[in-house]
C-alpha cells in the first residue's frame, strides 16, 4: 500500500487543518459556554456558522464515496481527514456532516434505500438539515448479540406494526432529529440472521415514548444529539417504509457497521494525537519538586509509549482502509475487528494519561480529555464489545489450522 497522501487528500487535508484552526477550536468555548443556556440536547448555535463555513470550503460529507452528493472519497483517502475531527470529536465531525449516527444511517439509505426513502430522508440529512438516530440495543437483551432482538415488526395488511423497547438509540434526544431507523424481528421462526428487519420510523409517529436520555459518565452527550430510551407501542407505518426487505435487518447492520467502526476508530486516533499534544505542553509548562513534569522520567516514559502506540494504530488503521477499498469490507474483516479492539483501548491509555500529567485540571471542564476519556471508554461497548471482536477473531484464527488438519 502507498502511505503517502494523493493531491486531493493532501488539499482537503490543508483546508481542513486551517478550517480547524481558525473556526472550531475557538468555537470550542463558544459551544459550551451556549450549551449551558439552552435546552438539553439542543444543538447549540454555533454549530450552523460553523457548517456555513465548511460548505463554504467544500469540506461537507466527506465520509461518503458513492452519492452525487458525497466527496467520492476512498476510505484511504478520507482516513486521515477523520483524524482531524477527532482531534475535536464533539464539533468537527458535525460540522462537516460527518458525524454518527448521521453517517451510518445516510449510508444505509444510500446502499438500501429506495428512490422514495433516499428522497424524503437521506437528501434532508445529506444537507444537514435534520439529525437521525438508530435503534438496535435493547434493555432486556444482550444486544452484543443482534440476533437476541425481541422489538416485534409485524405485517397488516398495508403497514408494519412496530412493538418494542430500545435503549442508546443515538441521536434520538436531539429536537431535529426526525428520522428513526428501527431494527427489530419480522419473523422469530426463519433462520436466526433471517428473522430481523430495518424499518423507518418518523419520530412523530403515534406511540412513540421516548423515556429519558441515557446518561454517558455522567454526562448527557448533547453533543451527539443525546442517547433514548424509546418505548414503540403499536407503532404504524406504511409498509414502504421497510428497508430492502423482510429478513435483511442483519445484513444491513454489516454494511452499517464495517465503515461505522474504521470511522470511529480514525477519529480516536485524532482524539489521542490531541491528548498527546495537550500533554507535552502541559509537562513542558508545570513544575513539580523542582523541575518540569516533561523531566519527571515517569512522564517521559508516558510520551514515548503513547507516540509509539499512535503509531502503530494509525498504520493498522490506514491498513484497513486500503483493504476495504481493494477487497471489500468482507476481505478486511479481520482488519475491522482488530482495529476496533486496539484503537479505543489505545486512545483510553493515551487520554488516561494526559488526564495524570493535567492533574486536577485533567478531570474538568477546562480541558476536553475528561469528555474525550469518556467518549474512549464508550466505543469499547459501542459497535460490539471487545469481547465479541475477540472472540470471532480468534475464532477466524483459528479456523486456518482446522482446514490445515482436515
Same mark, same amino acid.
Given at each position: 500500500?502507498?502511505? %503517502? ?54 469540506? =461537507?460529507?466527506?465520509?461518503? @464515496?458513492?452519492? @452525487?452528493?458525497?466527496?467520492?472519497? %476512498? ?20 460540522? +462537516? ?8 444511517? &445516510? ?36 444486544? !452484543? ?16 406494526? #412496530?412493538?418494542?423497547?430500545? =435503549? ?5 434526544? /436531539? ?5 428513526? +431507523?428501527? *431494527? ?14 430495518? #424499518? ?40 414502504? /417504509? ?19 467502526? +474504521?470511522?470511529?476508530? &480514525?477519529?480516536?486516533?485524532? *482524539? ?6 495537550? *500533554? ?48 471489500? /469490507? ?20 493515551? +487520554? ?20 474525550? =476519556? ?17 472472540? !470471532? ?14
Amino acid at each position: 500500500m502507498e502511505f %503517502s497522501y494523493d493531491e486531493r487528500t493532501e488539499q482537503l487535508r490543508a483546508e481542513l487543518l486551517d478550517f480547524m484552526e481558525q473556526h472550531v477550536y475557538p468555537a470550542e468555548a463558544v459551544a459550551e459556554h451556549q450549551l449551558g443556556e439552552i435546552a438539553p440536547w439542543t444543538t447549540p448555535p454555533v454549530m450552523e456558522e460553523l457548517k456555513t463555513e465548511a460548505r463554504k470550503r467544500g469540506l =461537507w460529507n466527506l465520509f461518503l @464515496p458513492h452519492h @452525487p452528493l458525497g466527496a467520492g472519497l %476512498s476510505n484511504l483517502q478520507y482516513a486521515p481527514l477523520a483524524e482531524i475531527t477527532g482531534r475535536s470529536p464533539h464539533l468537527a465531525p458535525e460540522s +462537516i456532516n460527518c458525524n454518527a449516527p448521521d453517517t451510518g444511517n &445516510m449510508e444505509v439509505l444510500t446502499m438500501f434505500g429506495t428512490a422514495e426513502q433516499q428522497d424524503r430522508w437521506l437528501k434532508p440529512l445529506l444537507a444537514g438539515e435534520i439529525r437521525s438516530a438508530f435503534c438496535m440495543t435493547e434493555p432486556e437483551v444482550a444486544s !452484543s448479540d443482534a440476533t437476541n432482538i425481541t422489538t416485534r415488526i409485524e405485517r397488516d395488511g398495508d403497514s408494519y406494526v #412496530i412493538n418494542g423497547r430500545k =435503549w442508546w438509540s443515538s441521536g434520538a434526544m /436531539n429536537p431535529r432529529c426526525e428520522i428513526f +431507523i428501527v *431494527m427489530g424481528k419480522t419473523d422469530p421462526a426463519a433462520d436466526r440472521h433471517r428473522q430481523q428487519s430495518q #424499518i423507518l420510523v418518523p419520530r412523530d409517529t403515534p406511540g412513540i415514548e421516548i423515556k429519558r436520555g441515557m446518561h454517558v459518565f455522567g454526562y448527557d452527550d448533547g453533543w451527539h444529539g443525546g442517547h433514548a430510551e424509546i418505548t414503540f407501542t403499536d407503532v404504524r407505518v406504511p409498509a414502504s /417504509n421497510l428497508i430492502a426487505g423482510e429478513g435483511e435487518g442483519f445484513a444491513i447492520a454489516q454494511a452499517r457497521l464495517g465503515p461505522g467502526r +474504521i470511522h470511529h476508530c &480514525m477519529r480516536l486516533i485524532g *482524539m489521542a494525537e490531541r491528548a498527546l499534544e495537550l *500533554m507535552c505542553r502541559r509537562a513542558t509548562e508545570r513544575v513539580a519538586f523542582g523541575k518540569p513534569l516533561s523531566a519527571q522520567g515517569v512522564v517521559g516514559e508516558w510520551i514515548a509509549e503513547a507516540r509509539v502506540r499512535i503509531e502503530q494504530a494509525r498504520l493498522l488503521v490506514l491498513k484497513t482502509a486500503w483493504l476495504m477499498d481493494t477487497v471489500g /469490507n468482507k476481505g478486511a474483516h479481520t482488519e475491522i475487528q482488530a482495529i476496533k479492539i486496539v484503537v479505543p483501548e489505545m486512545a483510553g491509555w493515551v +487520554i488516561d494519561k494526559a488526564i495524570q500529567v493535567h492533574g486536577g485540571g485533567g478531570v474538568s471542564q477546562d480541558f476536553p480529555l475528561a469528555h474525550m =476519556w469518556a467518549g474512549a471508554r464508550t466505543l469499547r461497548l459501542a459497535d460490539g464489545p471487545d469481547e465479541v471482536h475477540k472472540a !470471532s477473531l480468534a475464532k477466524r484464527e483459528l479456523r486456518k489450522y482446522g482446514a490445515e488438519r482436515s
